[in-house]
């Protein structure tokens, strides 16, 4: 997930659901996590309160904000834990906040994360739509055509994730921007038209990353694409140029993407033991699309999950608290 | 355009036109002059042939049968989604509209759109809903349609009244988009994309929906399909 302005993305409808697991307001905690509008940050950040309360009696909030805010509060001391700090997406505010202010420092647990375009299953094996060549076919795109046109149509992102220009620079390096329509959209609208897809046995082919609970709602492939090369990947942001889409190129697979905590360099001298528990938490791939599915598609108590969770997994918190 | 199988299931869902009705539809149509350009298909089992399921067919369709194909019919689907229930979603392309049910259920209910779609794609809400609702042309229609003129101060609810039984007015924040989920006096037009705007529904269905959602109701309008996504 790229989120370059998070904090003006629309709300995923996530808030209200969320706001059980959030202190009440005016009681001031000991510690206060930023979390984010995606599921698995979301899922995470619960888990980091109870497993903190419950390792070391400290009281945590939980207060959803944009990642600039998150950011601008691990720097003043507002706020203490970024659960999920997405990379290549925020290296900028890296380069910021950690390398050149020092005020933020990353847990060196990494998550292995992916991006590129999916499609359901039976998109792949019906109609033969499984490497991102096969989008240069326009007898194969034609079946994602659902206006008359004669080009299909996909999902490429937010319109304020950063991801989404970056899509659009690589249809247009692929040259899939001539057969198929790109459309911009809340990812609800997309995620909901995968379920509306995936329902009636219809193709479709999206932008998508991982973790996500998508995966595991749904049978998804990612599409094949020429590995990922430095030499290759040549982006510049429509934040940076007004003729970005013409300076860039890039056709090929995005970069290894990868997430790990972060928290501030403030708390970690107030609290040493917390950001050594920070730093050993190892949450695999796989439990983080665990988390965003039972949370987000089966609806339990965020709360209620991360305390079923903690309870569940002693050896692990045993484990990050050495 | 969307096909529709019809012998028993539409693509991969197990709905659609029985044989024996679809058999009546496709001696009905044989030969038929398209009114408009045909939107939808369905899957005449017999011949293993695409039939075009136009505004006209569709009308002989509903007088021989009195009701709409299968496929359009309110029933409960799978839906796996991770929408809460409540939800609803439309999807213009395949004329449905999904209310999310518990259990990674959805009720299904067949749809028109209009010719143009919606123009937009996005999330809404539903802020307000009317029983019988009055219709007011717009006032483009009032200069150009006799009939409509008669009713340029309000056309009182009631079984001819376009709007139908029911209306759900969909606002984004609190602002009303003029965009309105409504039903019909002419429930043969589910599954075209015929009328002049807005998505309609047989008075049943939205009778049955108006009763399960709440105001406030989030709605999710799919980019794919007829024009749905332009000016997006």
Redesign the interface.
């Known amino acids: 997930m790229i989120l370059a302005h998070a904090s003006l993305l ?1 709300k995923l ?1 996530l808030s209200v ?1 969320f706001l059980s697991a959030i202190a009440t307001a005016g009681a001031a905690a000991d510690l206060k996590i930023g979390m984010p509008n995606w ?1 698995s940050g979301q899922a995470s950040a619960n888990i980091i309160k109870y497993g903190i309360e419950k390792q070391f009696g400290l009281s945590v909030d939980v207060e959803e904000m944009g990642t600039l805010i998150i950011f601008a509060g691990l720097d003043s001391g507002k706020v203490d834990v970024h659960p999920e700090v997405w990379q290549p997406n925020f290296d900028s505010l890296i380069k910021k906040y950690v390398d050149d202010r020092k005020t933020v420092q990353l847990s060196p647990k990494e998550v292995s994360a992916e991006q590129g375009l999916c499609a359901t299953k ?1 998109t792949a094996d019906k109609y033969g739509v499984k490497d991102v060549s096969d989008l240069l076919d326009p007898v194969k795109t034609k079946v994602f055509d ?3 046109d004669g080009k299909g ?1 996909m ?1 490429i992102g937010a319109d304020t994730w950063s991801s989404t220009a970056i899509e659009r620079i690589r249809a247009k390096s692929y040259g899939y921007d001539q057969t198929m ?1 790109l ?4 990812e ?6 995968v ?2 897809a ?5 193709p ?1 082919v999206f932008y998508c990353y991982s973790p996500h ?2 995966f595991r ?2 049978d998804i492939v990612h599409l094949t694409e020429p590995a990922h090369d430095d030499a290759k990947w040549k982006i510049v942001l429509p934040s940076d140029d007004t003729e970005w889409l013409s300076k860039s190129e890039a056709p090929v697979a995005w970069p290894a993407s990868h997430f790990e905590i972060g928290f501030s360099s403030s708390m970690a001298e107030r609290l040493p033991k917390v950001a050594s528990f920070l730093s050993n938490i190892d949450f695999t791939p796989e439990e983080i699309i665990e988390m965003s599915y039972i949370l ?2 089966e ?1 339990q108590d965020p709360a209620s999950f991360a305390k079923a969770w903690i309870a569940a997994h002693g050896d692990r918190l045993s484990a990050w608290s050495k | ?1 969307k096909r529709y199988f019809g012998s028993g299931t ?4 197990g709905l659609g036109i029985g044989r024996a009705s679809l058999a009546a539809l496709a001696a009905i149509v044989v030969g038929a002059t398209l009114a408009y350009a045909a939107q939808t298909q369905i899957f005449d089992p017999q011949t293993r042939k695409w039939v075009d399921y136009d505004k006209k067919k569709a009308r002989q369709f509903h007088a021989a049968h009195k009701q709409v194909p299968e496929a359009f019919r309110r029933q409960v ?8 229930p409540g939800t609803i ?1 439309i ?1 213009g ?2 004329h ?1 509209l ?1 209310l999310v049910q518990p259990g ?1 259920k ?1 009720i299904r209910y067949g749809i028109g759109v209009g010719r143009e779609g919606f123009g937009w ?3 809404v809400r539903v802020g307000r809903t009317a029983e019988w609702p009055t219709w007011t042309p717009p006032a483009e229609m009032v200069a150009r349609d006799p009939n409509a003129a008669k009713f340029a101060n309000g056309m009182p609810g009631g079984p001819d009244n376009p709007l139908g039984a029911r209306a759900l007015y969909l606002y984004q924040g609190d602002q009303d988009t003029i965009y309105r989920i409504h039903g019909t006096p002419e429930p043969w037009t589910i599954g075209l994309d015929v009328s002049s705007g807005c998505i309609r529904m047989n008075n049943d269905d939205i009778v049955d929906l108006h009763s399960r959602i709440e105001i406030g109701a ?1 709605v ?8 749905l ?2 000016g ?1």
């Open positions: 629309p409808g659901f599921p039976e659902t206006d008359g149509e999902w329509t459309l911009s959209m809340p609800d609208v997309a995620m909901a038209a379920d509306a995936a329902a009636t046995g219809e479709i609970h998508v709602l749904h987000q598609v609806r | 355009m539409l693509r991969t869902t689907v799978d839906f796996r989604t991770a929408e809460k979603i999807d392309n395949q449905f999904y990674l959805a794609a996005g999330i989030k999710i309008v799919l980019m794919q399909g007829a024009s996504y332009k997006v």
